[in-house]
């Protein structure tokens, strides 16, 4: 396969490009939890919550991150008195919280992250429509092999 000047894309050349995009998604995490008063890890908590396909508990959460009781509460008790969260006890069962990400923040985080909309935007609209479905596939598979990886004990 060869990408950009007929360059050949082989694994390491891959990982290259993945390095490189996942080191400028950090910078622009970093900027954004700065700019809010946040750690990088309460980012990663809100980004977590966000995509959520419905509201998750903190245990959840703790998993996600891979983060201890502490930490996870912590960084929820940051994120509530910031404005961007809300904890919502389930109404049948007292016991189990649910997290909310508040609209007012995620206006916050859209005017913040407004320009790498429009660079993605950009980027999407130089492939065809199948070049881009090849590639969400490709995002996509990997994200579960990494989930996969991630459930997998450490190796000792």
Known sequence: MNGKDGEAIDLRSFGARLR????EFNRIAHAFAHENGLHPTDVQALIKIFDAPSPITPTRLREELNLTSGAVTA??????R???????????DRRVVHLHYLDAAKDV???????????TDNALHRFTPDERRI?????DT????LDLLRAEPPSS
């Open 20 to 23: 490189r995009i996942t080191a």
């Open 75 to 80: 960084c929820l008790d940051r994120l509530e």
């Open 82 to 92: 910031a404005g961007h969260i809300r904890r919502v006890r389930d109404a049948h």
């Open 109 to 119: 985080a859209a005017a913040f992250f407004r320009p790498l909309g429009r660079a």
């Open 135 to 139: 590639a969400a596939a490709f995002l």
């Open 142 to 145: 990997l994200s579960d092999e």
